[in-house]
């Protein structure tokens, strides 16, 4: 888990914008206008699950909306 931009183009990577999933995946559950909006990051500190966890709370704060953030222990 490395934020690519550390690499240069000295390598092969996968490049993806975390912070617009995190922003999409609220777009589509702002559909369902649900009555709570969650986020559950990823298991361990990651820099694209603290992206994501961004764009996703930012994105129902726009809406009006805010987001309960989990972690894995509340889930189990």
Same mark, same amino acid.
């Given at each position: 888990?490395? $934020?690519?931009?550390?690499?240069?183009?000295?390598?092969?990577?996968?490049?993806?914008?975390? /912070?617009?999933?995190? %922003?999409?995946? !609220? $777009?589509?559950?702002?559909?369902?206008?649900? !009555?709570?909006?969650? =986020?559950? &990051?990823?298991?361990? &500190?990651? =820099?694209?699950?603290?992206? %994501?966890?961004?764009? =996703?709370? /930012?994105?129902?704060?726009?809406?009006?909306?805010? /987001? $309960?953030?989990?972690?894995?222990?509340?889930?189990?």
């Amino acid at each position: 888990d490395t $934020d690519t931009r550390l690499f240069g183009r000295t390598c092969c990577v996968v490049a993806h914008d975390s /912070a617009a999933t995190g %922003r999409r995946a !609220a $777009d589509e559950l702002l559909k369902l206008n649900l !009555a709570r909006y969650a =986020f559950l &990051p990823y298991r361990q &500190p990651t =820099f694209w699950s603290d992206l %994501r966890e961004r764009g =996703f709370c /930012a994105r129902l704060s726009e809406a009006g909306v805010t /987001a $309960d953030v989990l972690t894995v222990e509340e889930v189990r």
